[in-house]
């Protein structure tokens, strides 16, 4: 079935420092594939998606590449700041028509100044 | 505020009773998702309705849960003779569409629930 693999955390940085969080896939069909947020005390937020192979998704400085061939779907950041400190889950959507989302366990990032 | 909206946000309950819990949509989302999240893990999909009908249910939804969303508007999801592993944080989403097109999934702040 389908499944969601992140790498453990936490991650723990330094303010500037380069962020990589690592998500590779199990799918059957054609997954959309996103990363969302959850800030201390707030409810999960989406923070970037991709809907087809070689997308490229970003937003607030973050990136994230839909890579097929390695099934991976890899969080970056070029400069965390100490605001970034949150979990982080990989997630996709099925191409069913329900789209439920298959999140993986999520990776906690601290980042220190 | 126009955001997804949980009620309660913390639930205490004894061992064997029951408990409801209500999710208030965005207005114009017509999908409705629960989700079960334990410390330490992602959420796992519950249940899914387009309007008012539930089109699909998982596995990890016994037949202690039931969860209802009459009138295509709010939902409620009931667990009868609430046991210790269902301690986790129940959180609601809704969409507009696809997410795989051009929409989003908004998830509510979740209900925290603690079996005792």
């Known amino acids: 079935g389908n499944s969601v693999t992140q790498m453990e955390g936490p991650v723990t940085l330094s303010e500037e420092a380069f962020l990589t969080i690592n998500c590779t896939y199990t799918?059957?069909?054609?997954?959309?594939l996103f990363w969302y947020v959850q800030y201390p005390g707030e409810g999960l937020q989406l923070l970037l998606k991709a809907t087809k192979a070689d997308d490229k998704g970003s937003n607030k400085g973050f990136e994230a590449t839909y890579r097929k061939e390695t099934t991976s779907f890899h969080l970056e950041k070029g400069s965390v700041q100490v605001s970034d400190s949150a979990v982080y889950f990989c997630?996709?959507?099925?191409?069913?028509?329900?789209?439920?989302?298959?999140f993986g366990t999520g990776t906690r990032l601290q980042v220190f100044p | 505020d126009t955001g997804v909206s949980q009620d309660p946000r913390h639930k205490i309950t004894k061992r064997g009773q029951n408990v409801t819990f209500r999710c208030d949509p965005i207005?114009?989302?017509?999908?409705l998702y629960w989700y079960r999240q334990t410390l330490g893990q992602g959420p796992e999909f519950l249940t899914y309705f387009q309007n008012e009908a539930q089109l699909e249910k998982s596995r990890l939804l016994s037949d202690r849960f039931s969860a209802e969303r009459p009138k295509g508007s709010f939902s409620t999801l009931e667990i009868q003779r609430t046991e210790q592993g269902d301690s986790a944080m129940y959180l609601c989403a809704s969409s507009v569409g696809r997410t795989a097109m051009n929409t989003e999934a908004f998830f509510g702040q979740g209900t925290r629930l603690t079996v005792v």
């Open positions: 799918a059957t069909g054609y997954p959309s």
């Open positions: 207005s114009e989302h017509n999908r």
């Open positions: 997630a996709l959507s099925s191409s069913s028509n329900t789209d439920k989302l298959i």
